[in-house]
């Protein structure tokens, strides 16, 4: 989640015989400015564990003229987590931290080290926030400039994700995000009564020991009470009045997917590793 953003016809490509030898590879790139490459796995030597290595493989898409990795970081079971934003580094290193102690599986999209994907396609320079592709709603709303090209490319990218990795259906049951926000530019008090986002939420609870920039945004009451016991700071969105800006917790709410944004502030990454143990303690039970 992060800063507060809010969510040709043309002539037929070639014979049957031309487009069988193109492979749906090329063919989605001719088509959509967009393609997945093949996977490839190596190992990492940073988990150490129960004597088990964390496993690394990245898939690759093309976005336009741009390459997009996602790289995987897996070990054992567990939850699924995603890190949709280059920049948001800090989330990035706690899961695979917590995930060495354990188990689960990370999910970081890269491309240029920025929180926004850049790609052109025919001469257009085109510019989306990774975390509001996710409905058509938030592509026409945030792909700038839009148009129906580079909107199709989008769409394309942010459903092969969505089937390549089980988005909508996560390992344990919940799809976990993982952000990071700059200091006093996106909180829990942006949700509270008067803020800019105070529209989106159906409940806030911020406990006043701990810093509003690290708190959780979930979309179920259950997990709401269950991490204000906990003493975190929690905002419950609000899955019935919610702006439909494409980001994956509207998508997820619209799937009736269960959701937890797990946000800390950048550098806070001892405090983001406390509250991904809090989320474990209480989906186990």
């Known amino acids: 989640m992060t800063e507060p953003l809010r969510h040709e016809p043309g002539k037929p490509l070639a014979r049957r015989g031309v487009l069988k030898s193109l492979g749906m590879g090329a ?7 967009f393609k997945a490459e093949s996977t490839h796995t190596v ?5 150490q564990a129960s004597g088990a290595k964390a496993l690394s493989n990245t898939r690759v898409y093309q976005v336009g003229d741009t390459k997009v990795e996602a ?6 079971t ?23 102690k354990v188990g689960g ?20 320079k085109y510019e989306m926030d990774p975390n509001r592709m996710f409905t058509d709603a938030g592509v026409k709303l945030k792909l700038v400039p839009y148009d129906e090209k580079a909107g199709s490319a989008v769409r394309k990218f942010a459903k092969q994700l969505v089937v390549d990795f089980g988005l ?6 919940i799809m ?5 926000n700059t200091n006093d530019r996106y909180s829990a008090s942006s949700y509270l009564p008067g803020g800019s986002e105070a529209k989106e939420a159906a409940d806030v609870y911020i406990n006043p020991s701990v810093d509003p920039d690290d708190f959780f945004f979930v979309t179920g009451r259950k997990m709401f009470e269950s991490l204000k016991q906990s003493g975190f700071n929690v905002v419950l969105q609000d899955n019935s009045a919610m702006t439909d800006d494409g980001s994956l917790s509207v998508y997820c709410a619209q799937k009736a ?13 001892e405090v983001q590793i406390k509250m991904f143990e809090a989320l474990h303690k209480i989906v186990k039970g």
């Open 78 to 100: 567990g939850l699924t987590y995603f890190n949709m934003h280059d920049n948001e580094n800090t989330s990035a290193e706690a899961a695979k931290a917590f995930i060495d």
């Open 27 to 33: 063919l989605g790139t001719l088509l959509f400015g």
């Open 168 to 173: 909508d259906s996560p390992k344990g049951g």
């Open 176 to 180: 976990v995000a993982v952000h990071n």
């Open 105 to 124: 599986r990370l999910i970081e999209l890269k491309h240029s080290g920025d929180r926004n994907l850049t790609f052109g396609i025919d001469g257009s």
């Open 71 to 76: 790289v995987v970081y897996e070990k054992g």
């Open 257 to 269: 997917v269960p959701y937890v944004n797990i946000e800390a502030q950048h550098g806070h990454k």
């Open 43 to 47: 190992h990492t030597n940073s988990a």
